[in-house]
C-alpha cells in the first residue's frame, strides 16, 4: 500500500528494497471545471468547457552541489533522456484530460551517474505570462512513485497549497543519502515562467 506524504516529509525509497531498481514517477493535474471557478477562470473563460492548460513535467538531474552540470541531464518533452540513459520521459500532455498520470518519468537506478545525487521534479505551465494561466487553475495535481518491475504503488502525494498566481510546481525530489535513495515531499510553487528559468538557477 502506498504511503501518502504531507508537504516536507522524506521517506526511504531503496532501503530495505533490494529488489527496486526501476522507478515510474508519474505526474497529474486536472484544469479546474467551470462550476468551481478560480482565479481569472470565470472572466476568462465564461461558461464554456475547462480551460486548455499545458502542463510539463521536468526532471533536472543534479550534482552533489545541486548544479545542473550538463544540459542533457534537464529532462522535458524536448529532451526525453538523460545523459546516461537512466532517466526518460514519457513525452507531453497537452491537456491534462482524464484520470490517472499526465505525464511519466521511468528511472533505472543502477543506470544513474554516480555523479548525479538529485532529481529535482519540477511541473510548470506551458505559456503561461501569454495565456494568463496559473495554478490557481488546476486541482488534484499530485506526484507518484511505482515500483515498475511489479506496479506497485509505492509513494502518493497530493500537491494541495493554494497555488494561485504561481506558474510553476516544485513537486518532489529523489535524492542520495547514506547510499540509498530517499523521496522528498517538496510542494512549492514559483513564478517562473519556462523550464529555461528554473534551469538558469542550477547553473
Not at 545542473?68 to 500532455?93: C, M, P, Q, W
Not at 511505482?146 to 494541495?160: A, K, P, Q, R, Y
Not at 515562467?193 to 528554473?198: A, Q, V
Request: glycine share 12%.
Amino acid at each position: 500500500m502506498a504511503i501518502s506524504l504531507q508537504k516536507g516529509q522524506k521517506v526511504d525509497l531503496t532501503k530495505g528494497r533490494s529488489g527496486l531498481t526501476s522507478l515510474m514517477v508519474g505526474l497529474g493535474w486536472d484544469p479546474v471545471t467551470p462550476d468551481k471557478p478560480k482565479g481569472l477562470l470565470g472572466g476568462l473563460f465564461g461558461g464554456g468547457g475547462a480551460p486548455n492548460i499545458d502542463c510539463d513535467a521536468s526532471v533536472l538531474l543534479l550534482d552533489e552541489n545541486g548544479k545542473l552540470t550538463n544540459k542533457n541531464n534537464l529532462i522535458y518533452f524536448g529532451n526525453k533522456t538523460s545523459a546516461d540513459g537512466s532517466v526518460r520521459h514519457s513525452g507531453d500532455n497537452l491537456t491534462g484530460d482524464g484520470d490517472g498520470d499526465d505525464e511519466q518519468v521511468v528511472i533505472n537506478l543502477n543506470a544513474v551517474s554516480p555523479s548525479i545525487h538529485k532529481m529535482v521534479f519540477v511541473v510548470n505551465i506551458y505559456s503561461a505570462v501569454s495565456r494568463k494561466q496559473d495554478f490557481g487553475m488546476i486541482r488534484n495535481a499530485f506526484i507518484r512513485i511505482v515500483n515498475n518491475s511489479t506496479g506497485e504503488e509505492l509513494i502518493h502525494f497530493n500537491l494541495s497549497d493554494n497555488y494561485s498566481g504561481l506558474t510553476s510546481l516544485f513537486a518532489g525530489e529523489i535524492y542520495r543519502h547514506n547510499g540509498e535513495w530517499k523521496f522528498n515531499a517538496v510542494g512549492d510553487g514559483t513564478k517562473d515562467t519556462t523550464i529555461t528559468e528554473i534551469a538558469n538557477k542550477y547553473i
